[in-house]
């Protein structure tokens, strides 16, 4: 037990020595309440016998215990609700957090697929450029060719001698076609192919 402390108050004009664990300050404080009921009571009845003021100062006194009781009741559970909402906000909060870091993440690497996507249409649009580069030297050397051709053709028409060598020229020239036609059909097919993927990827990296 705590230290007990007696102290003289006086309540109603009468000095009574109250003893309790509390402090000085406490119990005159808590005396001075008692005194101020009863000096309320007697305000309202004043040819009452101390004895009944005391019982209607002490009804009052616990009428304002009571309603303090049922106060504090309703301000701990209007606490109580307050801690629960708080939390309900706390973890809306970091939902929204959580979700927002996702956002994030997903958009950093939106962005960085968009950014290789780009590097790989840039590469392919280079990769075209050197393909059509290719297509118009081989139509050059098909033209040169067909040109080389024509003119083997005048000379044969111009020379009738010599058959055996003038045939092996002409399949030699005809063996170049042949090599130039199977280079320019799969460079057409490359190209086909290139243009159609660099398609694909544009419509990709288009928003």
Sequence with gaps: MGE?????????GQEYIVSGEMSREHIMRVADYVDSKMHEVAAALPNGSTSALAVLAAVNAADDYFSAASM?????????????????????WDEAKKNFLQYKQEAQSSLEQKDQLQKTVSEKIMELTNLSNAYTELEKKCARLTAENQ???????????????????VKELE????????SFFDLQME??????????????VSP
Excluded: F, M, P, W
């Excluded at 007990?4 to 109603?12: C, P, S």
């Excluded at 243009?195 to 419509?203: A, Q, S, V």
């Design 4 to 12: 007990v402390n007696k102290v003289t108050v006086k309540i109603y």
């Design 72 to 92: 504090a009741a309703q301000l701990q559970s209007k606490s109580a609700q307050l801690e629960k909402d708080t939390q309900h906000y706390v973890e809306l």
């Design 151 to 169: 003119e083997l053709e005048k000379k044969l028409a111009s020379q009738e001698g010599n058959s055996s060598e003038n045939s092996a020229l």
């Design 175 to 182: 063996a170049k076609c042949k090599d130039v036609e199977s």
């Design 191 to 204: 190209n086909i192919q290139l243009k159609g993927e660099l398609d694909r990827l544009k419509k990709t």
